[in-house]
């Protein structure tokens, strides 16, 4: 087999060493345009997981590494003069020219041809007479732009500028320092990679970097302004240069890793902010993927079926890291608005940033750090912050959990029945301090489907008021809340099991919106645009809806401005269209919904609270923009909302949502952040975990969780139980006592 690999970076070297290792037999050359040990930046972190996969793969590599490593295990968190330190978490550090050095070193002893200061041929030339063609050739990947209507890129660049520096003394930890200037917000990410030499990474917004005047900056006058924004930091030492530039960071994504016997590696193929690690190790765990599909008998032919095995099995992980990775950066660009928290809750925020280090597996790194966290918090000791009460008006919930407002499409003629009465029983049964009703329609021509519920008829009234009085019998603390709406143009559709979204084939009536706009073009009804007058008929039946929900015995009211339903469909540029007082800019198409919502609020009674949902970003081009959600949540605060629900999207059909774990709680932690208004997280939230460190960290007030509900009614219960956890902040009803500790996997003898 002969391979040919573009690229002499880590991952490249590394990929060549184990396919020539695997089988001296193989003519493998390399080429590199730079010298041996042209690099940029300074120290590569490598995880504990790679380094295992290294030793498996290769003792040889293994042990020159762990020659050359240093180690540490605590982060150092700086902000505002003071230093907090958590420990246990475990990092081991090398410099980028040493591992390169160890890499060349490998490579030539087992016959690999370096090619240094060469150019490689194009990738379609190489692959005309060679088995394999691994393409390591960096973020700015020509062999990736050169075929990239197969591969499919998409690349972002973030809104930060930074720039690899270092220092000639060792950290002791892997800090974060914050720095706030006149310019605003400039932060350091330093880590050792030597006894006597550590890499300090400088970062700012785009705007900071040009208000501080850096774009204008010679390299010297760069490091000695770094230097001394950061002078704490580096005990007044200074900082080299290494050719470093200041660079936005570029994430890339492709459709495809593999064109033929072609096959991208490393950042050719993605890319992960440094602020998780290295885009090193990531490379590294590919080129052992990769030599792992290779291994074996097979010849050329199998090259193809390989390199789809390589990516069906590196893939996942990638996106996984990058999802991660994308966290922590957009962490970092918003530092602005998270600089005021507490020194503890800040520190606790940015430790948990990428999600995966959460509240419970930090606990059991420092113990110490979580507690004092905790105590800041004014969580009561063995309590964990889920199961801290919280109060919104004249409503003081038991606990943070929020049983997700679900629609069952269940009901007959808009009246809910015994499956809603057994359905939200069940969830009051189970723990959680608030459970939502489904989106309960004001009219029946504001129904989504059929089987939707409704608040606009006596039975309807006298429906809802068994079920609330059953909640309130049985699971005696659980409040419920009611979620009113109306669907607007996302009406007179099929229960969801029959075709979501899909326009009844008959029976149905006709939609109504702010806009002539029907959701899906071609198969949705086009919904009339509504006058003032008919719009002021809604805003009653609201208010009607309203007063029957607080006979009806229900404890919060939640008004859906969300998911492209009719108030949602006013507050999005890409449904309103109207050139009245009720469309064109934010305050406009914000009118309507608050007429709605003070309507409603005259008639809720005046110790109760209320609450809205809102989709904080419609994913779409010219759609509804996280600042335009800060600036929605703060008017309605200001007109008396209790609580901002913060969810996103349903808008538009065409929308392409940023999927992945608690995937919308960054734009409930920016509203909380900077309005102050109390907020509800939703979103892939499923683990008591996410809950505990979303409350801890201070980016969520309630969480609201959905699906998990579905899968089991008593989640809060249960989280309680597996937490060791039966204090105030959850009631076991006296028929289920008997089961409140989990039962033993295992029969033990």
């Known amino acids: 087999m002969r391979v040919a690999v573009i690229g002499g970076g880590p991952g490249g070297l590394y990929a060549a060493a184990l396919l020539k290792r695997q089988d001296p037999g193989r003519e493998i050359t390399l080429w590199e345009r730079n010298a041996p040990d042209d690099t940029f930046g300074f120290g590569v972190v490598l995880s504990d997981e790679t380094l295992g996969g290294i030793e498996s793969a290769d003792s040889d590599v293994h042990a020159a590494l762990r020659r050359s490593f240093v180690r540490w295990e605590a ?224 010849g050329p032919e199998d090259v193809p079926a390989a390199l789809a095995a390589y990516e069906a099995e590196r893939r996942p992980l990638v996106e996984s890291t990058q999802r991660a990775a994308r966290a922590s950066l957009e962490w970092f660009e918003e530092l602005e608005w998270r600089r005021d928290r507490t020194p503890r809750r800040f520190a606790f925020d940015l430790l948990t940033r990428s999600r995966r280090v959460t509240h419970d597996n930090l606990r059991l790194r420092d113990p110490a750090f979580v507690a004092a966290v905790e105590a800041e918090a004014g969580v009561p000791p063995d309590t964990p912050p889920m199961f801290t009460p919280f109060t919104l008006r004249g409503l003081t919930l038991r606990n943070r959990v929020v049983v997700s407002a679900m629609d069952m499409y269940s009901a007959t003629d808009g009246t809910p029945g015994d499956f809603h009465l057994v359905h939200l029983g069940a969830r009051a049964l189970g723990g959680a301090g608030l459970v939502m009703t489904e989106m309960v329609c004001v009219s029946p021509e504001g129904r989504i489907t059929p089987g939707c519920t409704g608040l606009y008829a006596p039975e309807h009234e006298a429906a809802w008021r068994r079920i609330t009085d059953f909640a309130h019998t049985a699971a005696s603390g659980t409040a419920v809340g009611v979620q009113l709406g109306h669907s607007g143009r996302k009406g007179s559709t099929r229960l969801m099991w029959e075709g979501i979204d899909a326009p009844l084939p008959e029976g149905g009536w006709p939609v109504a919106g702010p806009s002539p706009l029907p959701y899906r073009p071609g198969v949705s009804q086009v919904p009339r645009r509504l006058g003032t007058t008919e719009m002021g008929v809604i805003r009653q039946q609201f208010a009607d809806a309203a007063a029957s929900a607080a006979r009806a015995g229900f404890d919060l009211l939640e008004l859906h401005c969300a998911h492209g339903y009719l108030l949602s469909s006013f507050l999005s540029p890409l449904t309103n269209h109207r050139d009245d007082a009720y469309g064109g800019d934010l305050p406009r198409r914000l009118a309507y919904p608050l007429e709605v919502f003070d309507a409603v609020r005259a008639v809720w009674p005046a110790d109760r609270p209320m609450t809205v949902r809102i989709s904080a970003t419609d994913w779409a081009p010219g759609g509804t923009t996280a600042d335009d959600a800060v600036a929605v949540a703060r008017a309605f605060a200001t007109h008396g909302a209790d609580a901002v629900d913060v969810s996103t999207g349903q808008v538009v059909p065409d929308e392409r949502p940023a999927f992945g774990r608690s995937y919308q709680t960054p734009f409930a932690d920016r509203i909380r952040s900077e309005t102050g208004v109390p907020v509800i997280a939703v979103g892939a939230i499923s683990s008591w975990d996410d809950v505990n460190s979303l409350i801890l960290a201070g980016r969520a007030d309630l969480c609201a969780i959905g699906r998990p509900h579905l899968y089991d009614p008593h989640w809060t219960l249960h989280a309680a139980a597996e937490q060791g956890y039966a204090g105030p902040g959850v009631c076991w009803p006296v028929q289920y006592r008997a089961g409140s500790r989990p039962p033993p996997v295992g029969r033990r003898v």
């Open 75 to 298: 982060i150092d968190v700086v902000h505002r003069g003071r230093a907090l330190r958590s420990g246990g978490h475990g990092f081991a550090a090398l410099g980028r020219r040493r591992l390169l050095r160890i890499l060349h070193e490998r490579c030539r002893g087992l016959g690999v041809d370096l090619r240094f200061r060469t150019e490689a041929p194009p990738a379609a030339e190489l692959a005309r007479d060679h088995d394999l063609v691994v393409a390591a050739d960096g973020v700015h990947s020509a062999t990736r732009t050169a075929h990239a209507d197969h591969f499919r890129p998409t690349l972002t660049t973030h809104r930060c500028r930074y720039i690899w520096l270092s220092a000639g003394f060792a950290f002791d930890a892997f800090r974060f320092e914050i720095a706030e200037t006149e310019h605003g917000v400039m932060q350091l990410h330093g880590y050792p990679y030597a006894p006597d030499a550590s890499t300090v990474i400088v970062e700012m917004r785009e705007e900071v970097w040009r208000r501080a005047g850096f774009d204008r900056r010679t390299e010297g006058e760069t490091l000695r302004e770094c230097a001394a924004l950061f002078a704490d930091a580096l005990g007044g030492r200074p900082l080299r240069s290494n050719r470093s530039t200041w660079t936005a960071f570029r994430t890339v994504v492709n459709a495809r890793w593999s064109y033929g016997r072609t096959v991208l590696l490393g950042d050719a193929a993605h890319t992960a902010h440094f602020s998780i690690g290295s885009g090193t190790k990531l490379a590294v765990e590919d080129a052992l993927a990769l030599a792992g599909r290779l291994a074996g008998p097979g």
